[in-house]
């Protein structure tokens, strides 16, 4: 069941290393939509994404995620591994009924179900939700306790075929303190990628406890508390596929996909048992339930929100082309130190970042030892990718538009939309840019008219060579988007 209206969807289906599926349609945007508000306001910052975001929503289960993300037989091969896996900390998990947490019994059994490790009474008394959250910390803490004792039995068995993946991810509560970067955040928890600090910019799958359970909708206090969470999150990490945000809620967890053109509710499934009395079937569903959420707290980056490795604190990444070499599909490595054809995560140009639909990441960097730019667009599925419409400019020997370096796909369809690179020729300061260094020289109004005439003409010259050579007509002329050489 959609949390406010589900979205039609095309059928998935994967190419190369590159995840694909998703939306089909595309939801247009009203005037008001596209206006901010001041981002300092909370309450209308969240009415503003709740306003850009709520009615975009879908649901999906587990199993079609796992589908759109090329995760199916990998998944399907973790379970085949490990069975068992998690299923004495199920026979132990609490129940949540009418919103408290209590122990319980299995059927034919008088002993309770409860152990010291997972009870949280003294919270209970005070704050159900914290309850809730505390349980979900301490549940992670022991399937990672548990996955590490089974890789050692595996050892001892001489079973070296067989794995259970450790997280390499670091958990920190967040519910009394805010996250660094972010606009005054308390999420309940973070798993953070393991670099030097935490913040904003290291975040990878928040999390927010609530002590209720969704039935059919999230309500719209959560979603627009979530939707801040997650918008933070897009404008200052370049290398965003997606952003997660894991829901406890009461005996349930959910998992909420913030994608670009539209977000998605997945129920997960129980993390708690719902009767006080429980059997081997509620038992195998709660059992079933920390195995996804394992499974996914222990994807690598790469797999899992981020087109590269994205928790080892590294600066420069190079697009590597497939085994084609006409192929326009790029795998992405990441590294600390550069190689001949890296670029640099540097010099990042900051710009508005909607909520929703395209997003474009601009660096100010180099390329083989010269000034260049990267850009990182995502884009609708069914648009032209840029470094197509610069090709077209091209071969048709339009003068006046930048050189360029490498271009290429990294993505070619998630949730409906693509991840597009450009790395181009730096060609120097864009005319608002000039204009404010003009001002602040003391150039006169006369002299300042002339030089913009001078570029407008220019700028007209290319446009109109772009339509009579390329049939290419740009649509989006702004003085953030020309740009003046230093000749």
Known sequence: MSDFSEQPKTPTKQIGQNYVGGMATSQGRTQSDLLPPDERKLERRRDWLYGSLGSLGGSKTFSELLDDLGLTSEFSQFETDHPKLFESLAERAPAFVDMNMVGTRKIGSRVPLLPDELSVPDILKVDKEKAVTTYFQKLVDLMSVE???????????????????????????????????????????????????DGVANVHIIVEAKKAEFKNKIDVKTFSQIADYQYSVWKVQPTRTFVPVLLPNGPKLDLVVFARESWYRVEVGYLCHWLATINNHNIEKVRSTMAQLYFLITLPSERFGHFCKASLGWEYVTFVRGPNRDSTIALVESSHSPTTNSVKLS??????????????????????????????????????????VYELLENANVKGMPRVFGRGLVCTSLFGYRLEYLVLEDCGSTIHEYLQVGRQGGLSSGSLNNRVTGIVWQTLQCLVQARVKANVLHRDISAGNIMIDSD
């Open 347 to 388: 010099g990042y140009i900051e710009r508005f970042v909607h909520p929703r639909g395209r997003l474009a990441h601009v660096f100010r960097t180099t390329f083989r030892k010269q000034k260049a730019i990267l850009k990182l667009s995502w884009t609708p599925v069914g648009r032209m990718p840029e470094g197509a």
């Open 147 to 197: 996955a590490a004792e089974q890789n050692a039995h595996y050892a001892q068995s001489e079973q070296n075929d067989k794995s259970v993946p450790s997280a390499e991810y670091n958990l920190v509560d967040h519910q009394t303190s805010e996250v660094a970067g972010g606009r005054k955040h308390k999420m309940d928890l973070v798993f953070y990628n393991p670099v030097a600090s």
